[in-house]
């Protein structure tokens, strides 16, 4: 079945860095590639040759996109990173859009420095072996990827140790800014301001649902809570999952049945097709052949649970999800995602 295929050039990886960690930055890039076996095609970090771009509102532009189509933010955090306006509306833009969290601490910062909004995943040091081997594992399974061998891995993590130590050595001591002078900074980045909003809301949110999560019954419970607080982009695939789940279990038959029961259209080919005879006799296919009609046998256990899941997917689309999330996913696929569209089912649905 065709879905969802990975595009080689999505941003699976957003590194948020201040200017200051810039060569750091890079060598995390190498050791991505190298050590964990990431393309470099798939890392956005603003400081790369390729992702250069101008200040202004091109940049926050292409910063908001990136953030948005990654699946996990590695931040750099140093005390050069909390004096970086952009770090912080890049670290909030990624609590805004409930990115996996990935915090990175540069010494002299200590992880004990990191702050509250950072809760979730335990933070790490760049130039420690065990924090890195627990973000290579973590990275493998967020990014479902079978990564490079172990010896490739430590060999990598080890040359980039020593290279990190040795640029650690160099650095210069970090300058103070005073509040009023990072105040007013803050103040003049009305685009970040307006793309990500109040952050104090957004960490109040997730405690909320924290909260909600603690007081669940069941597995159950605690799933529905979850998925009802994902952005729509992970909502929308946690549907398919669900979807395929029940998919495999049926007949394709059933699928052509569904395709013209959800689009309005008659189902009955000019060419008598076996396998609905087939599916008839297995009690997935209802046979109407007064009316001339095929629909699914909505009776049969498997048909109604296949049911059950398009019926999120409608749901979904045509209530829940937010305008961006079409105006996505119709850049990626060029058509539009519902269920009465032949090349949604086609590549989504299995038809």
Same mark, same amino acid.
């Given at each position: ?26 060598? @995390? ?20 040759? !390729? ?6 509102? !091109? ?31 890049? @670290? ?22 990191? !702050? ?80 990500? !909003? ?28 979850? @998925? ?124």
């Amino acid at each position: 079945m065709k879905k969802n295929v990975e595009n080689p050039n999505k941003v699976r990886i957003f590194i948020s860095h201040s200017v200051a960690n810039e060569t750091i930055a890079h060598k @995390l890039v190498d050791l991505l590639v190298s050590g964990v076996g990431v393309s470099t095609t798939q890392i956005f970090c603003s400081s790369l040759p !390729g992702n250069s771009i101008s200040t202004g509102k !091109g940049f926050v532009e292409k910063i908001k996109s990136a953030l948005i189509e990654a699946d996990v933010v590695i931040s750099l955090l140093s005390s050069n990173y909390y004096e970086s306006i952009f770090s912080i509306a890049e @670290l909030g833009g990624a609590w805004t859009l409930a990115k996996d969290p990935y915090p990175v601490v540069v010494p002299p910062l200590k992880k004990s420095d990191v !702050g509250a909004v950072l809760l979730g995943r335990q933070a790490i040091k760049v130039d420690v072996e065990e924090d890195l081997d627990v973000m290579f594992d973590d990275l493998k399974n967020d990014l479902s990827i079978s990564g490079n061998a172990t010896p490739t891995w430590t060999r990598k993590k080890k040359e980039f140790i020593e290279q990190v130590q040795a640029l650690l050595n160099k650095q210069p001591a970090p300058k103070k800014v005073d509040f009023a002078s990072y105040q007013k900074v803050v103040d003049e980045l009305s685009e970040y301001k307006k793309s990500y !909003g109040d952050l104090e809301a957004q960490l109040a949110a997730q405690i909320e649902i924290n909260k909600k999560l603690a007081s669940a019954k069941t597995p159950g419970d605690k799933k529905k809570i979850l @998925l009802e607080n994902l952005p729509d982009q992970k909502k929308f695939d946690e549907y398919i999952k669900m979807y395929d789940k029940h998919y495999e279990a049926l007949p394709k038959i059933v699928i052509t049945a569904f395709y013209y029961l959800y689009s309005g259209k008659r189902y009955w080919p000019e060419n008598w097709d076996t396998r609905i005879d087939d599916a008839h006799d297995e009690g997935y296919l209802s046979v109407d052949e007064d009316n001339k009609t095929i629909e699914p046998n909505l009776d049969d256990p498997k048909v109604k649970r296949l049911n059950s899941a398009i019926t999120r997917i409608k749901k979904f689309l045509e209530s829940e999800a937010a305008s961006d999330f079409f105006d996505l996913f119709e850049d990626e696929n060029d058509f539009q995602p519902n269920l009465d569209n032949k090349r949604f089912w086609q590549n989504y649905l299995g038809l």
